[in-house]
């Protein structure tokens, strides 16, 4: 490839160095109180591993607010909730433990973001911090913090993401049709494949 980028230094010639030291020393080794306060806040975490054939996987992961829980400053939980049984994150992670979080909050122009590592554990104590509707999840991650940092706003603000300027559904394909795009179903299996997508989320929420 002709323009490929194949070094950092090839890269800093192009693009320059960090804007501000503290865009280098703002990441911190814990939870602070502000990280937290973000955290417990969040209704909305996207959990990125990868696999030890360095395949890469990011996962979107949401419920009410806090459910991430901060055990301290170097620990924090994410429950498992039900799924459709794949369990790409799961695996990534028992295979090798780095991981990373980036938390949202809608409307909220920064995000933070957690680097660490993680655990698949079912110890009670910690499932129990995360029931909903009575019902406690079957497993989860137990993540010790390497890194945590809050990021800026640019890409809210270049994608409107919380504003209306882009929110359209026309277009947009299902989920039925984002699964099978690639297997050529028939209208009756993909009829079949809608109404289980809907009973899905009306029965198995958690």
Not at 63 to 81: A, I, M, S, Y
């Amino acid at each position: 490839m002709t323009h490929e980028i194949k070094t950092e230094k090839a890269l800093r010639d192009l693009i320059g160095n960090p804007v501000h030291e503290l865009v280098v020393a703002k990441t911190t080794p814990i939870i602070t109180a502000p990280i937290r306060r973000y955290i417990e806040r969040s209704p909305f975490v996207c959990l990125a591993t990868y696999g030890i054939d360095g395949a890469c996987d990011l996962s979107p992961r949401g419920d009410p607010p806090g459910f991430v829980k901060v055990l301290n400053e170097k620990t924090l939980f994410l429950p498992e909730r039900p799924g459709n049984k794949r369990l790409d994150s799961a695996i990534n992670i028992i295979q090798q433990p780095q991981l990373s979080l980036m938390f949202m909050i809608p409307g909220t122009l920064e995000t933070v973001r957690v680097n660490g590592t993680g655990v698949m554990t079912t110890d009670p104590e910690l499932l129990s911090l995360s029931s909903v509707n009575g019902k406690s999840p079957e497993l989860g991650v137990l993540i010790t913090v390497g890194e945590a940092l809050g990021h800026c706003s640019k890409a809210f603000r270049r994608s409107k993401l919380w504003q209306s300027d882009y929110a359209r559904r026309d277009g947009v394909p299902s989920l039925a049709e984002l699964m099978t795009g690639h297997l050529d179903l028939d209208e009756a299996l993909t009829a079949e494949l809608d109404a289980g997508i809907k009973n899905d989320v009306l029965t198995r929420m958690y």
